[in-house]
């Protein structure tokens, strides 16, 4: 059974941190791609960041980058969102997401981050 299980996520005041994890479980892990992707309410899904199956390549959406560090440890089949200097407009329900090709993709259920003083 595939299965993929956010954690990490909860209420932090602006400038704050917090650590997403992903845990996957029921496929190769270390042979797909990961994403974290993110949604606000009332907006459309967005993509994060990215990160490659052996984890040397990173991508992520200008509104994060230098604050957010995407990671991921293939013997633990995890992939983490180290989140620094959140700011209010970061709050939304975060999702990652596995993917091998357009056709096989599996999403977890989300986290919910809120940016609140």
């Known amino acids: 059974q595939v299965q993929l299980v956010e954690s990490g996520g909860g209420l932090v005041?602006?400038?704050g941190s917090l650590r997403l994890s992903c845990a996957a479980?029921?496929?190769?892990?270390s042979t797909y791609a990961c994403a974290w992707y993110?949604?606000?309410p009332g907006k459309e899904r967005e993509l994060v960041a990215s990160i490659n199956s052996v984890?040397?390549?990173t991508n992520y959406v200008d509104s994060v980058k230098g604050r957010f560090t995407i990671s991921r440890?293939?013997?633990k089949s995890?992939?983490?969102l180290q989140m620094n200097s959140l700011k209010p407009e970061d709050?939304?329900?975060y999702y990652c997401k596995a993917w091998i090709n357009k056709i096989i993709e599996y999403w977890g259920k989300g986290t919910?981050?809120?940016?609140s003083s």
């Open 25 to 29: 479980s029921g496929f190769t892990f």
């Open 91 to 93: 709050t939304a329900v």
């Open 38 to 40: 993110r949604q606000a």
């Open 78 to 80: 995890t992939v983490y």
């Open 112 to 115: 919910l981050v809120t940016v």
């Open 55 to 57: 984890g040397g390549i």
């Open 73 to 75: 440890d293939n013997a």
């Open 13 to 15: 005041q602006p400038g």
